[in-house]
C-alpha cells in the first residue's frame, strides 16, 4: 500500500520548493495530496500531486455564525474552519498516513485533525513529511495493518454518520410550507435553509417568504433571526442565484450588531458589521450577475445601513481644526497622490509632475510605514473604531502626519479603505480630495465617510454619483464634481489594417459585468448578414476559482465562444500591455456592460479609429442617465440586434467606416482626451472651486 | 600524577554538522595530542537532526580518547511533531516560538539557550564529581556556557577560559554593540571576562572591540583564528580542458538575506547572457537551508530552485569526508557572506585551501577581506552591486581557465599559514601555560 500523506498550507507553497520534495515522496512511493486556502487548483495544477484543493474557493460556508467567528479569531484559526467543513480533506485525513503542516497557519488545522484520526504522524515542514514517511516506509506490516484498519474503522463512522444526516434532510424535505414550521425548534439551520431556497429557486418566493416569516415567530432573539435570513441568503450565493430577502437580512445582521454595540461588545459586534457588509455588498449579488438589488433601489436597499448605529459610530463626524485654506492661484501645490492601484492615475500623475504648478508625491499603502496595517487590514481598523480603542487613530496618525505636513491637498484614488484611514488623522489645511470610480459604489466604504474631513468626493460619472447619493443624500453637501477619468488619447492613432472594419473589438471581459455574452450574441447576428465579421476580445479571459455565480456564467460563456471561434468568428488576445497593437486590426468597438463608470478602453479604442457601438448600460438605463448621458445618441443601443445593425451599418464600405471613425475620433479627442480633461484636474488640485467646473 | 582533565562544554562538537564544529573537533583532539584528558559536552544527535544536522564522517577524526557527554537537552521550538504541541502552540507557532525564547531567559539571558543553565551545570558538576577538571574552556554560543563555567570556578576553583569565536557583546552581523555593559547581559560578560583566565575570538576586530571594553584584561584577550583542515583539502587542481563546462559552487551554512541572493542570481543571470565562457556553466549551492520546519523550505531554498533554468542548483549538505571530492569537481567558488568589518568566517579558509577563483559576494568592507588579501586568484570585494558581481564571475570564469599551475600553487600556499592545526597547537599550548 502507498504511504498517504496529506499536506495542509494556508499560504501558497513555493512551487519550485514543493516540486523539490514531491520527487523525494515520489521515491517513497507516497501518493500527496495538497488542500490549501489558496487557489492550488490553478496555480499548482503541473505538480505531480495526487490531488489538489482549494479550499476557501471551494466552499461558501452558509452560516452566519461561521463567518463572526472568522472576523474574529486568527489567520489559523480561520484556516481550520474552513478545512474542518471541506469533505474532501475529510476523506484524505481519514486515510492519511502522514499529515504535514506546509506553513504556520496550517499547523492548528494539523493539530486538530490529528486529534480526531490518531493514526496517522502529524508534523509541521516538508521535510519533516518526508522524514515521517521514511519511518512508514521501514516500519513493520504490522504496524501498517494496524493503521489501516483504524483509517477504515473511522471512515465508516464517518459513512454513517454522512447518511443519518442525509436521512434527516431528506425526511425534512418532505414537509415544506407551513409544516416547516414546528421544525424551528428542533432542526437546525442547515435542514430547513435549503427547503426555503429551493422554493423561492421554483419560483415559490411568497410561499417561501411565508415559511420565513413562520420561523421568525420562532426565533425572539436578533441573533437568531439574523443567523436564519443570513442563512437564506449565504445559500444563494453558494448556489449563485439571487437572494429574494436579501435586504431583511442585512437589516437583520445590522440590528443584532447595534444590540452587541449597544451591550459594549465591540470585537463580536464588528464581525456582525463586516457580516452585514459580507451580505449586503457581496459580489455574487451585485458584480458578478447582470443584475443587482442595490443598482434596483439604491436608496431602498442600503437603508438599514443608515439606520444602524454602528454605521453612525464608524461615520461620525471627527471634525477638524482649521478647515482647508481657500487656494492661493498662484502658488505651486503639493499635491499628494495615494492609492493601492495607480491604473488610472498614470497619465493625470504624468500632467502633474510635468507642470510647473505643482509638486508631486505618489504613495502607496506599503509605503505608509505604521499605517500600512490598516490599509491592509480593514477589519482590524473597523474593530478598533468601534472598540474605541485609539489604536487605529495611532497607527494613521504615525504614518499619515508627515505626508499630510507636506501636502496641500490629498487625493485619495478610490474609495475603499485606504480612505477611511485617511480619515482618521484630522487634516489641518490639507485639502482632502476622493475619487470614487464605479465598483465602490457596491461597498459599503461610501457610507463611512465622515464628510467633516472630507473637502471633496470626486466622481467619474452623473450615474455612479447619483447612485452614491441615492446611498447617502447628504455627500450632497459637500463639493462632489464629476471628472471623467483623464487619459491621454492621442498615444492611440495608428494607421488601421485594410480590413479592419471587420472586426469588432471588446476591450476587457473578464468582469460578469462587462457582459461579453451580449457582445457574441450581437456578433453572431452580425455575421448572418456577413461572415466577414468576427469579434476580437482583448485582455485577461475569467480566471482563478471564480464564485458559482461566475463559474456558470464563465462555463456558458466559454461554450458559445469556442463555437464561435470555431466557426473563425472570435478571437481572444489574452493580456496586452499595449491595447493599441490589437486595437489597430479592429474598425469598430463594442460595449456591452451591465455597468461601467467611464469605461477608458471604449475611449481608447474610439481614439484609435474604432467605431462606438455601447449598449444603454441596463443598471443606469431608463432616465436618460448612463451611458446616453455620456455619449452621443448614436453611439447607444439597446439590444443585440440594434447593436449588430449599428455595427453592420457603419462598416457598410469602407468609405463609410472611414468617415464615422474619422468623426467619433473627433469626437472623443474634442471631450475626453487628457488635453481637455486635465484642465479640470488643474483646478481640482490647486485653483478654484469645483462648483465652477463646466463639468 | 594523572593527566590533567579539561572539561570542554563544546554544543556543536561532531556528530553535530554546525559551522563551528571543525574547529570544536581540532581544539579537543589538541589536547588530547598534548597530554590531557578530554571530557566533551554537547547535545545528542537526536538535537542535531532538528538543529543544523548531524555528519557522522565528522566522528572519524576526533581522538578515540576523549569522552563524549550528551546531554538531554533540545530546542523545543524546532520539534516539529504537531502531536506534541499544547493547543496554544498549534494555533500561533511563531507567537508561541517568540514567547518561549523570551521565557528562556528567565535564568540566564540568552534566548532559547538560558533555560539549560542548571541542566548543564549538573551535568557538569557530575562529570567534575567522577574527575576533577583541571580547566573548563567553553565555546559560545550558546552563551550560557559562561554561566556554567563561572559557576565551576566559584564553587570549586575550576579555572576557566571563553572561546567567544565572535563575541558576545558585539553582534558581527550588523557590526554594532550588541548590548550595553549596564545590561542584564553587560554585567555578566564584565563578570566572566573578568573571572576567565583567557578569551579566544577569531579575529582582531572583534579582539579590538573586547579591548575597549575591558581595558583592563587586554591580555587575557587572543586571537585564534579559524583554520582549513588538511582533509577538507583537494588536490591540487590537474590540467583540464580549457573548453570544459565551468561548474561555479557555493558550501555552507545557507543564512543570507533572500535580497543578498537574489543580486546574486541577478549577477550570474548577466554573467552567463555575456560571457561565453559562462554561456552553459552551472552554479551549484551545497549547504544547510533552515532548521526545523523550514528545513529545505527557506526564502532562499525557493530563489535558488527558481533559478534552474540558469543553471543553477541546490544540494543538500555534505559530509565532511567528501569535500575534498566535491571541491575538486569545482572550477571556481562563490564567497557569499553576511557580516562586515566584525565578520571573516571558517569557510574562507577552507576556500582558499582549495586554490580556486573566489568570487566574493559580501560588504566591500569586511574582515574576510584581511584574509584575502594576496589570494592570487580572488576577484577583489564589490559588495552586491548587480553588475560589479557579474564583471567578478566573468573574471573568475577567465581565471578558472587561464590559470597556470603556478597560480594555482601560490593561491594555496597563500592558504597555508591559516592551517587550523598549526593554528590551534600554539593557542592551546599557551592556554595550558596560562592555568599554571
Same mark, same amino acid.
Given at each position: 500500500?502507498?504511504?498517504?500523506?496529506?499536506?495542509?498550507?494556508?499560504?501558497?507553497?513555493?512551487?519550485?520548493?514543493?516540486?523539490?520534495?514531491?520527487?523525494?515522496?515520489?521515491?517513497?512511493?507516497?501518493?500527496?495530496?495538497?488542500?490549501?486556502?489558496?487557489?492550488?487548483?490553478?496555480?499548482?495544477?503541473?505538480?505531480?500531486?495526487?490531488?489538489?484543493?482549494?479550499?476557501?474557493?471551494?466552499?461558501?460556508?452558509?452560516?452566519?455564525?461561521?463567518?463572526?467567528?472568522?472576523?474574529?479569531?486568527?489567520?489559523?484559526?480561520?484556516?481550520?474552519?474552513?478545512?474542518?467543513?471541506?469533505?474532501?480533506?475529510?476523506?484524505?485525513?481519514?486515510?492519511?498516513?502522514?499529515?504535514?503542516?506546509?506553513?504556520?497557519?496550517?499547523?492548528?488545522?494539523?493539530?486538530?485533525?490529528?486529534?480526531?484520526?490518531?493514526?496517522?504522524?502529524?508534523?509541521?515542514?516538508?521535510?519533516?513529511?518526508?522524514?515521517?514517511?521514511?519511518?512508514?516506509?521501514?516500519?513493520?506490516?504490522?504496524?501498517?495493518?494496524?493503521?489501516?484498519?483504524?483509517?477504515?474503522?473511522?471512515?465508516?463512522?464517518?459513512?454513517?454518520?454522512?447518511?443519518?444526516?442525509?436521512?434527516?434532510?431528506?425526511?425534512?424535505?418532505?414537509?415544506?410550507?407551513?409544516?416547516?414550521?414546528?421544525?424551528?425548534?428542533?432542526?437546525?439551520?442547515?435542514?430547513?435553509?435549503?427547503?426555503?431556497?429551493?422554493?423561492?429557486?421554483?419560483?415559490?418566493?411568497?410561499?417561501?417568504?411565508?415559511?420565513?416569516?413562520?420561523?421568525?415567530?420562532?426565533? =425572539?432573539?436578533?441573533?437568531?433571526?439574523?443567523?436564519?435570513?443570513?442563512?437564506?441568503?449565504?445559500?444563494?450565493?453558494?448556489?449563485?442565484?439571487?437572494?429574494?430577502?436579501?435586504?431583511?437580512?442585512?437589516?437583520?445582521?445590522?440590528?443584532?450588531?447595534?444590540?452587541?454595540?449597544?451591550?459594549?461588545?465591540?470585537?463580536?459586534?464588528?464581525?456582525?458589521?463586516?457580516?452585514?457588509?459580507?451580505?449586503?455588498?457581496?459580489?455574487?449579488?451585485?458584480?458578478?450577475?447582470?443584475?443587482?438589488?442595490?443598482?434596483?433601489?439604491?436608496?431602498?436597499?442600503?437603508? #438599514?445601513?443608515?439606520?444602524?448605529?454602528?454605521?453612525?459610530?464608524?461615520?461620525?463626524?471627527?471634525?477638524?481644526?482649521?478647515?482647508?485654506?481657500?487656494?492661493? #492661484?498662484?502658488?505651486?501645490?503639493?499635491?499628494?497622490?495615494?492609492?493601492?492601484?495607480?491604473?488610472?492615475?498614470?497619465?493625470?500623475?504624468?500632467?502633474?509632475?510635468?507642470?510647473?504648478?505643482?509638486?508631486? =508625491?505618489?504613495?502607496?499603502?506599503?509605503?505608509?510605514?505604521?499605517?500600512?496595517?490598516?490599509?491592509?487590514?480593514? =477589519?482590524?481598523?473597523?474593530?478598533?473604531?468601534?472598540?474605541?480603542?485609539?489604536?487605529?487613530?495611532?497607527?494613521?496618525?504615525?504614518?499619515?502626519?508627515?505626508?499630510?505636513?507636506?501636502?496641500?491637498?490629498?487625493?485619495?484614488?478610490?474609495?475603499?479603505?485606504?480612505?477611511?484611514?485617511?480619515?482618521?488623522?484630522?487634516?489641518?489645511?490639507?485639502?482632502?480630495?476622493?475619487?470614487?470610480?464605479?465598483?465602490?459604489?457596491?461597498?459599503?466604504?461610501?457610507?463611512?465617510?465622515?464628510?467633516?474631513?472630507?473637502?471633496?468626493?470626486?466622481?467619474?460619472?452623473?450615474?455612479?454619483?447619483?447612485?452614491?447619493?441615492?446611498?447617502?443624500?447628504?455627500?450632497?453637501?459637500?463639493?462632489?464634481?464629476?471628472?471623467?477619468?483623464?487619459?491621454?488619447?492621442?498615444?492611440?492613432?495608428?494607421?488601421?489594417?485594410?480590413?479592419?472594419?471587420?472586426?469588432?473589438?471588446?476591450?476587457?471581459?473578464?468582469?460578469?459585468?462587462?457582459?461579453?455574452?451580449?457582445?457574441?450574441?450581437?456578433?453572431?447576428?452580425?455575421?448572418?448578414?456577413?461572415?466577414?465579421?468576427?469579434?476580437?476580445?482583448?485582455?485577461?479571459?475569467?480566471?482563478?476559482?471564480?464564485?458559482?455565480?461566475?463559474?456558470?456564467?464563465?462555463?456558458?460563456?466559454? =461554450?458559445?465562444?469556442?463555437?464561435?471561434?470555431?466557426?473563425?468568428?472570435?478571437?481572444?488576445?489574452?493580456?496586452?500591455?499595449?491595447?493599441?497593437?490589437?486595437?489597430?486590426?479592429?474598425?469598430?468597438?463594442?460595449?456591452?456592460?451591465?455597468?461601467?463608470?467611464?469605461?477608458?478602453?471604449?475611449?481608447?479604442?474610439?481614439?484609435?479609429?474604432?467605431?462606438?457601438?455601447?449598449?444603454?448600460?441596463?443598471?443606469?438605463?431608463?432616465?436618460?442617465?448612463?451611458?446616453?448621458?455620456?455619449?452621443?445618441?448614436?453611439?447607444?443601443?439597446?439590444?443585440?440586434?440594434?447593436?449588430?445593425?449599428?455595427?453592420?451599418?457603419?462598416?457598410?464600405?469602407?468609405?463609410?467606416?472611414?468617415?464615422?471613425?474619422?468623426?467619433?475620433?473627433?469626437?472623443?479627442?474634442?471631450?475626453?482626451?487628457?488635453?481637455?480633461?486635465?484642465?479640470?484636474?488643474?483646478?481640482?488640485?490647486?485653483?478654484?472651486?469645483?462648483?465652477?467646473?463646466?463639468? | 600524577?594523572?593527566?590533567?582533565?579539561?572539561?570542554?562544554?563544546?554544543?556543536?562538537?561532531?556528530?553535530?554538522?554546525?559551522?563551528?564544529?571543525?574547529?570544536?573537533?581540532?581544539?579537543?583532539?589538541?589536547?588530547?595530542?598534548?597530554?590531557?584528558?578530554?571530557?566533551?559536552?554537547?547535545?545528542?544527535?537526536?538535537?542535531?537532526?532538528?538543529?543544523?544536522?548531524?555528519?557522522?564522517?565528522?566522528?572519524?577524526?576526533?581522538?578515540?580518547?576523549?569522552?563524549?557527554?550528551?546531554?538531554?537537552?533540545?530546542?523545543?521550538?524546532?520539534?516539529?511533531?504537531?502531536?506534541?504541541?499544547?493547543?496554544?502552540?498549534?494555533?500561533?507557532?511563531?507567537?508561541?516560538?517568540?514567547?518561549?525564547?523570551?521565557?528562556?531567559?528567565?535564568?540566564?539571558?540568552?534566548?532559547?539557550?538560558?533555560?539549560?543553565?542548571?541542566?548543564?551545570?549538573?551535568?557538569?558538576?557530575?562529570?567534575?564529581?567522577?574527575?576533577?577538571?583541571?580547566?573548563?574552556?567553553?565555546?559560545?554560543?550558546?552563551?550560557?556556557?559562561?554561566?556554567?563555567?563561572?559557576?565551576?570556578?566559584?564553587?570549586?576553583?575550576?579555572?576557566?577560559?571563553?572561546?567567544?569565536?565572535?563575541?558576545?557583546?558585539?553582534?558581527?552581523?550588523?557590526?554594532?554593540?550588541?548590548?550595553?555593559?549596564?545590561?542584564?547581559?553587560?554585567?555578566?560578560?564584565?563578570?566572566?571576562?573578568?573571572?576567565?583566565?583567557?578569551?579566544?575570538?577569531?579575529?582582531?576586530?572583534?579582539?579590538?572591540?573586547?579591548?575597549?571594553?575591558?581595558?583592563?584584561?587586554?591580555?587575557?584577550?587572543?586571537?585564534?583564528?579559524?583554520?582549513?583542515?588538511?582533509?577538507?583539502?583537494?588536490?591540487?587542481?590537474?590540467?583540464?580542458?580549457?573548453?570544459?563546462?565551468?561548474?561555479?559552487?557555493?558550501?555552507?551554512?545557507?543564512?543570507?538575506?533572500?535580497?543578498?541572493?537574489?543580486?546574486?542570481?541577478?549577477?550570474?543571470?548577466?554573467?552567463?547572457?555575456?560571457?561565453?565562457?559562462?554561456?552553459?556553466?552551472?552554479?551549484?549551492?551545497?549547504?544547510?537551508?533552515?532548521?526545523?520546519?523550514?528545513?529545505?523550505?527557506?526564502?532562499?531554498?525557493?530563489?535558488?530552485?527558481?533559478?534552474?533554468?540558469?543553471?543553477?542548483?541546490?544540494?543538500?549538505?555534505?559530509?565532511?569526508?567528501?569535500?575534498?571530492?566535491?571541491?575538486?569537481?569545482?572550477?571556481?567558488?562563490?564567497?557569499?557572506?553576511?557580516?562586515?568589518?566584525?565578520?571573516?568566517?571558517?569557510?574562507?579558509?577552507?576556500?582558499?585551501?582549495?586554490?580556486?577563483?573566489?568570487?566574493?559576494?559580501?560588504?566591500?568592507?569586511?574582515?574576510?577581506?584581511?584574509?584575502?588579501?594576496?589570494?592570487?586568484?580572488?576577484?577583489?570585494?564589490?559588495?552586491?552591486?548587480?553588475?560589479?558581481?557579474?564583471?567578478?564571475?566573468?573574471?573568475?570564469?577567465?581565471?578558472?581557465?587561464?590559470?597556470?599551475?603556478?597560480?594555482?600553487?601560490?593561491?594555496?600556499?597563500?592558504?597555508?599559514?591559516?592551517?587550523?592545526?598549526?593554528?590551534?597547537?600554539?593557542?592551546?599550548?599557551?592556554?595550558?601555560?596560562?592555568?599554571?
Amino acid at each position: 500500500m502507498r504511504p498517504q500523506v496529506l499536506m495542509i498550507a494556508a499560504a501558497s507553497p513555493s512551487e519550485a520548493v514543493l516540486e523539490r520534495f514531491l520527487r523525494r515522496f515520489t521515491e517513497l512511493q507516497a501518493d500527496v495530496w495538497l488542500a490549501s486556502m489558496k487557489d492550488v487548483e490553478r496555480t499548482h495544477a503541473e505538480l505531480d500531486l495526487a490531488g489538489l484543493r482549494s479550499v476557501r474557493s471551494r466552499l461558501i460556508p452558509t452560516s452566519p455564525e461561521f463567518y463572526r467567528l472568522a472576523d474574529r479569531v486568527t489567520p489559523a484559526e480561520v484556516a481550520w474552519q474552513y478545512i474542518s467543513r471541506d469533505p474532501w480533506v475529510q476523506d484524505r485525513s481519514d486515510c492519511a498516513d502522514v499529515l504535514v503542516a506546509a506553513d504556520a497557519n496550517a499547523v492548528y488545522s494539523v493539530w486538530e485533525l490529528a486529534r480526531r484520526n490518531p493514526h496517522p504522524a502529524a508534523v509541521f515542514g516538508l521535510e519533516a513529511g518526508v522524514a515521517a514517511t521514511e519511518r512508514i516506509v521501514s516500519g513493520g506490516s504490522a504496524a501498517e495493518l494496524r493503521r489501516r484498519l483504524g483509517n477504515v474503522a473511522r471512515v465508516q463512522r464517518r459513512r454513517a454518520r454522512k447518511a443519518l444526516r442525509a436521512a434527516a434532510e431528506a425526511g425534512a424535505a418532505t414537509r415544506v410550507g407551513e409544516a416547516l414550521a414546528p421544525l424551528a425548534k428542533s432542526h437546525s439551520g442547515s435542514v430547513l435553509v435549503p427547503r426555503i431556497t429551493r422554493l423561492e429557486e421554483i419560483g415559490r418566493a411568497d410561499r417561501a417568504a411565508a415559511v420565513t416569516a413562520g420561523l421568525l415567530t420562532q426565533r =425572539r432573539t436578533r441573533r437568531s433571526r439574523a443567523n436564519l435570513l443570513g442563512a437564506v441568503a449565504l445559500r444563494h450565493l453558494a448556489d449563485g442565484t439571487a437572494a429574494p430577502q436579501l435586504r431583511e437580512a442585512v437589516e437583520a445582521e445590522l440590528a443584532y450588531a447595534d444590540e452587541l454595540y449597544a451591550r459594549g461588545n465591540a470585537p463580536e459586534a464588528a464581525a456582525s458589521f463586516w457580516q452585514a457588509t459580507r451580505l449586503a455588498f457581496h459580489r455574487g449579488f451585485h458584480l458578478d450577475t447582470t443584475q443587482s438589488p442595490l443598482a434596483d433601489d439604491p436608496t431602498g436597499f442600503t437603508e #438599514p445601513f443608515r439606520r444602524s448605529a454602528v454605521v453612525q459610530a464608524l461615520r461620525r463626524s471627527r471634525g477638524r481644526l482649521m478647515p482647508a485654506p481657500l487656494p492661493r #492661484p498662484d502658488a505651486p501645490k503639493r499635491v499628494l497622490l495615494a492609492t493601492a492601484n495607480p491604473h488610472f492615475l498614470t497619465d493625470i500623475g504624468t500632467r502633474l509632475e510635468n507642470s510647473d504648478n505643482f509638486e508631486v =508625491r505618489s504613495v502607496t499603502p506599503a509605503d505608509l510605514g505604521s499605517t500600512t496595517r490598516l490599509a491592509r487590514n480593514p =477589519r482590524m481598523m473597523i474593530h478598533s473604531l468601534m472598540a474605541g480603542d485609539g489604536k487605529a487613530e495611532r497607527y494613521a496618525e504615525q504614518g499619515l502626519r508627515p505626508h499630510l505636513d507636506w501636502a496641500d491637498v490629498v487625493f485619495v484614488e478610490w474609495c475603499t479603505q485606504l480612505s477611511k484611514v485617511f480619515q482618521l488623522v484630522d487634516p489641518g489645511a490639507t485639502r482632502m480630495i476622493v475619487r470614487l470610480h464605479s465598483y465602490e459604489a457596491f461597498t459599503a466604504w461610501p457610507l463611512l465617510l465622515d464628510t467633516s474631513r472630507l473637502d471633496r468626493l470626486v466622481f467619474v460619472s452623473d450615474h455612479i454619483r447619483d447612485l452614491v447619493l441615492k446611498q447617502r443624500p447628504e455627500l450632497a453637501e459637500l463639493e462632489t464634481p464629476v471628472l471623467v477619468n483623464g487619459v491621454d488619447l492621442r498615444r492611440l492613432a495608428r494607421p488601421k489594417s485594410p480590413d479592419a472594419r471587420f472586426t469588432v473589438a471588446m476591450v476587457g471581459y473578464k468582469a460578469v459585468a462587462k457582459d461579453v455574452m451580449w457582445a457574441l450574441d450581437a456578433v453572431r447576428r452580425l455575421r448572418t448578414l456577413d461572415p466577414r465579421y468576427k469579434l476580437l476580445l482583448i485582455g485577461s479571459d475569467f480566471d482563478g476559482f471564480p464564485s458559482p455565480a461566475v463559474a456558470r456564467y464563465r462555463a456558458e460563456f466559454q =461554450r458559445e465562444a469556442a463555437r464561435l471561434e470555431s466557426a473563425g468568428g472570435l478571437e481572444r488576445t489574452g493580456h496586452l500591455a499595449d491595447v493599441g497593437t490589437a486595437l489597430v486590426n479592429a474598425g469598430t468597438v463594442l460595449c456591452s456592460s451591465v455597468r461601467e463608470g467611464s469605461p477608458v478602453g471604449l475611449l481608447e479604442a474610439t481614439a484609435s479609429g474604432c467605431v462606438p457601438v455601447v449598449r444603454d448600460w441596463p443598471f443606469f438605463a431608463g432616465d436618460g442617465r448612463g451611458a446616453r448621458a455620456m455619449y452621443p445618441a448614436d453611439w447607444i443601443v439597446e439590444t443585440p440586434g440594434e447593436a449588430a445593425e449599428r455595427l453592420y451599418r457603419v462598416t457598410a464600405d469602407p468609405l463609410t467606416w472611414q468617415a464615422e471613425s474619422q468623426r467619433c475620433i473627433a469626437e472623443v479627442l474634442q471631450h475626453w482626451d487628457l488635453s481637455v480633461v486635465g484642465a479640470n484636474y488643474d483646478k481640482l488640485f490647486g485653483v478654484s472651486d469645483t462648483r465652477s467646473l463646466p463639468l | 600524577m594523572g593527566k590533567p582533565h579539561l572539561i570542554y562544554l563544546a554544543i556543536g562538537f561532531p556528530p553535530a554538522a554546525k559551522s563551528s564544529t571543525y574547529r570544536l573537533r581540532e581544539t579537543a583532539n589538541t589536547f588530547c595530542r598534548l597530554g590531557w584528558d578530554v571530557t566533551t559536552v554537547n547535545l545528542s544527535e537526536d538535537a542535531w537532526r532538528l538543529d543544523s544536522g548531524v555528519d557522522l564522517s565528522l566522528l572519524e577524526r576526533v581522538d578515540p580518547r576523549i569522552s563524549r557527554v550528551e546531554l538531554p537537552l533540545i530546542r523545543k521550538d524546532l520539534v516539529t511533531d504537531i502531536r506534541t504541541y499544547s493547543k496554544t502552540r498549534a494555533m500561533d507557532p511563531v507567537s508561541w516560538s517568540k514567547q518561549y525564547a523570551k521565557a528562556s531567559m528567565k535564568a540566564f539571558p540568552e534566548p532559547h539557550f538560558g533555560r539549560w543553565k542548571n541542566t548543564i551545570i549538573k551535568a557538569v558538576e557530575t562529570i567534575h564529581a567522577e574527575h576533577p577538571a583541571d580547566l573548563i574552556l567553553v565555546s559560545c554560543v550558546p552563551y550560557v556556557l559562561q554561566a556554567v563555567a563561572h559557576h565551576m570556578h566559584i564553587e570549586h576553583r575550576v579555572p576557566y577560559a571563553i572561546d567567544y569565536r565572535d563575541g558576545w557583546s558585539i553582534d558581527v552581523i550588523r557590526g554594532r554593540e550588541a548590548f550595553p555593559p549596564d545590561s542584564r547581559q553587560g554585567r555578566l560578560e564584565s563578570l566572566y571576562v573578568a573571572e576567565a583566565i583567557s578569551m579566544w575570538v577569531v579575529n582582531e576586530p572583534i579582539a579590538e572591540h573586547f579591548r575597549r571594553r575591558y581595558p583592563q584584561h587586554a591580555g587575557k584577550i587572543h586571537v585564534v583564528r579559524n583554520g582549513f583542515d588538511r582533509d577538507s583539502q583537494p588536490p591540487e587542481p590537474a590540467a583540464k580542458d580549457p573548453n570544459r563546462q565551468l561548474v561555479f559552487g557555493y558550501l555552507g551554512t545557507v543564512n543570507f538575506p533572500d535580497d543578498d541572493l537574489a543580486k546574486v542570481l541577478a549577477a550570474w543571470r548577466s554573467a552567463r547572457s555575456r560571457h561565453p565562457r559562462l554561456a552553459d556553466a552551472r552554479l551549484e549551492f551545497r549547504g544547510h537551508f533552515g532548521v526545523g520546519s523550514r528545513r529545505g523550505a527557506t526564502g532562499t531554498a525557493a530563489l535558488l530552485l527558481e533559478a534552474a533554468h540558469d543553471g543553477v542548483s541546490m544540494g543538500g549538505a555534505v559530509a565532511k569526508g567528501d569535500l575534498a571530492d566535491l571541491y575538486a569537481r569545482w572550477d571556481a567558488l562563490l564567497f557569499i557572506l553576511i557580516g562586515g568589518r566584525y565578520m571573516t568566517s571558517g569557510k574562507v579558509y577552507e576556500y582558499m585551501s582549495t586554490g580556486l577563483p573566489i568570487v566574493s559576494a559580501h560588504a566591500v568592507v569586511h574582515d574576510a577581506n584581511a584574509v584575502l588579501t594576496g589570494y592570487p586568484l580572488w576577484t577583489g570585494a564589490r559588495g552586491f552591486d548587480e553588475e560589479a558581481l557579474a564583471e567578478a564571475l566573468c573574471m573568475a570564469a577567465d581565471m578558472a581557465v587561464t590559470a597556470s599551475p603556478e597560480e594555482y600553487r601560490a593561491a594555496r600556499a597563500h592558504a597555508e599559514p591559516y592551517e587550523r592545526r598549526s593554528l590551534l597547537e600554539p593557542a592551546v599550548g599557551r592556554l595550558i601555560g596560562q592555568r599554571s
